[in-house]
């Protein structure tokens, strides 16, 4: 196992729990109000206190890894307005807009082989 692989066991072994705690803090504490989400073409409203990455489970059946849910591996990195997030450490708001990276590579690919 390279350095860098220790590293990063590390850091998720340290600061899973913390983060994710601190995350469903800042959940509990806000309103269950449906709000309106996009996510790759498809919108819904989806209930206020989850992460985006819950929603996209959840509500969307968007297949985003889910996999250390504290915003330190990056797997599940999309795009809101052209800015790259983690969203699993993203709270749902209303009118997010989010392009998962899987999807914009289909539609790139979709596009250069169209010419």
């Known amino acids: 196992m390279s350095s860098s692989e220790t590293a990063h066991k590390l850091q998720l072994l340290l600061l899973k729990h913390p983060k994710r705690a601190a995350m469903a803090r ?19 409203m989806v209930a206020g206190n989850q992460t985006l990455l819950t929603a996209a489970h959840k509500d ?25 997030v983690k969203l699993c450490y993203t709270p749902v708001y209303d009118g997010a807009r989010i392009v998962t990276l899987d999807f914009e590579m289909m539609m790139w690919r979709q596009g250069t082989a169209d010419e």
Do not use: R
């Open 60 to 84: 969307f059946k968007v297949k985003v890894p889910y996999n250390c849910q504290a915003g330190i591996c990056g797997a599940c990195h999309a795009k809101i307005n052209g800015e790259i």
């Open 26 to 44: 800042k959940l509990a504490a806000m309103s269950s109000t449906p709000v309106k989400v996009q996510i790759n073409n498809d919108t819904k």
